[in-house]
Structures are given as C-alpha cells and as structure tokens.
C-alpha cells in the first residue's frame, strides 16, 4: 500500500463490507478514545483546514465533494480552504485506500481517503468531520446508559471499533448522546453473523442509528462549540462582485456559492454541467 507523508503504516481492516474509518498514530487495540476532541493543539486553528486535492476525481465526484464543503461553511464557521505553499500542515484529498481520515489535526501531510466506493456525500461529511475532530458517536463514555453493545456478534477483529472514549482528552461540547448523528453506526456494524452489535436502550431506533443522510442538530451544534462559532454563525463567506443587469439599472449580486470554484472551474463549458455551475460558481464561471 502506498503510504503518503505523516501517515502510518497501518492497513484498515475490512469485516463484512465495513472499513475501520479513522486512522490515527496510536495502536488499534486501544479500548478508550475520544468523541469530540478538546485540546486545542489537535485543532485546526481558527477552523481554517487547508487542502489539497488530487487530480483523479471525476467532474460528479467533485461536485460531490463541493457539496460537502458548502454545507461546512454554510452551517459551521470551520473553512476548508485552498493550501498556500508555506503551509505545513494540511489536509490531502485523495483515492488512497478506502475511507478513512485521522481525528483532528495532525502534524505536517494529513490524508483524507475517498476512494471511488466512498464517494457518497453522507461518507463524505462523515469522513470530514473526523478531520474536524470528532470520533464515532457509540465510543462516548456514556453510551452504556443509551445503547447496548452486544460483544457476541461482533467480529473480533473489530472488538476496537467499540471502544469508549477518553474524558481527559475529550468533551461532548455540552450536548447529549445522537442517535441521529452522521457519526453513528448501524445496528449491524460489523456483525459477524447478521444479528445485530448494538442496539438503542430506546425501542424504535434500531432502523434510526448509522442511517443519518445529513448532519443532526446536534452534530452541528457540537462542531460549533468546538471551534467557537458566532452563535448566528455566518453563511459562507462569498467573494462578491456586482454587475449592472442589462434589463434594469438595478445592482444585482454575482456570486460564488462555494470557495473551491477554482478547481472545478473547467466545468464552467460543460453544457451537461452548466445549471450545477451557474448554481455554485456563478462568478468564476461567467454566468451571472
């Protein structure tokens, strides 16, 4: 396996059509790990995330991944942002083995994974909020008072993945446990028989858990907490421009939905594409 700078060398086991998403420096076979991380030295400082993406993504895939990005600066004030040349640490975007990413910030070249079965916009926001610095929700250390693990039909391979987390290096951010969040497993997870490896203490929210096909409130609200967001936090940040329509003298708007307008902008001609782009990237694209 091709390993890229500041990863490690640890393979993702898959189980049952499942791949351990987080890659992280310590063993796997620790049993404590974190749910939202609190130091601030594994943040990404003012919620700013540089990257860098590679060139092997079809024009759906990254129109897929402009998706993601949007609803991180329309409802979060953390801000994936181009990496400039003097910048060390960043994030690398790229079709590298499956879908994995490490938590939070580390030092020097950080890999996000979207490899081509990983590129539904659920995976993705996923995906990215491990970068943002969240574990999977079921590894709370009070998640014995809200699901019941059942250690019998789990893979043993995978006994890790059912770890809690660690209260010194973490905090829920003040909010409850989420059988909603995009973080959440499904029932299955893992299962080495088809019966089920946790299920809620709650009846009715076997069919809820791991089916998320957006953030939850509360997974928003912890995002902002994190990273100390306006509490009316604002949408994305548009680079505007005003042009005088040629009906009216009217002053209309003419802007970029998103900031990675750059990176699709040979889509711009694209007449399969063109209502996608005038939707998103209306100014880079010309099509005010």
């Known amino acids: ?113 979207l490899d081509n079965g990983c590129m539904e916009y659920t995976t993705i926001i996923h995906e990215m909020m491990h970068v943002v610095g969240f574990y999977h929700e079921h590894e709370r250390w009070d998640r014995d008072n809200y699901i019941d693990i059942i250690w019998q039909n789990i893979d043993k391979a995978a006994f890790d993945q059912f770890g809690k987390v660690d209260l010194s290096k973490t905090s829920y951010y003040g909010q409850p446990y989420d059988y909603q969040s995009i973080l959440h497993y499904d029932s299955l997870a893992f299962s080495k028989n088809g019966f089920p490896t946790m299920l809620p203490k709650k009846i009715g929210l076997a069919s809820t858990i791991g089916n998320a096909k957006d953030f939850s409130v509360i997974d928003l609200a912890k995002i902002n907490r994190m990273y100390d967001c306006p509490e009316k936090t604002p949408l994305l940040i548009r680079a505007k421009s005003y042009i005088i329509s040629a009906k009216s003298s009217s002053i209309i708007a003419c802007e970029d939905e998103i900031t990675v307008c750059w990176w699709i902008q040979d889509r711009c001609k694209s007449r399969s594409l063109q209502a996608m782009m005038k939707n998103l990237c209306a100014k880079t694209c010309d099509l005010c």
Request: hydrophobic share 30%.
């Open 1 to 113: 396996m091709k390993l890229w700078p500041g990863s490690t060398s640890l393979r993702l086991e898959e189980v049952n059509g499942y791949r351990s998403d987080i890659r992280s420096p310590s063993p796997w076979n620790k049993r404590y790990r974190r749910n939202g991380l609190s130091r601030p030295t594994k943040l990404w400082p003012g919620g700013k995330i540089p990257y860098l993406i590679s060139p092997h993504y079809t024009d759906h895939e990254r129109a897929l991944l402009a998706k993601a990005v949007k609803q991180y600066h329309d409802k979060t004030c953390v801000r994936f942002v181009p990496r400039s040349p003097n910048e060390g640490d960043y994030l690398f975007i790229g079709k590298v083995d499956g879908c994995f990413s490490e938590v939070g910030r580390t030092s020097g070249v950080q890999v996000l994974s």
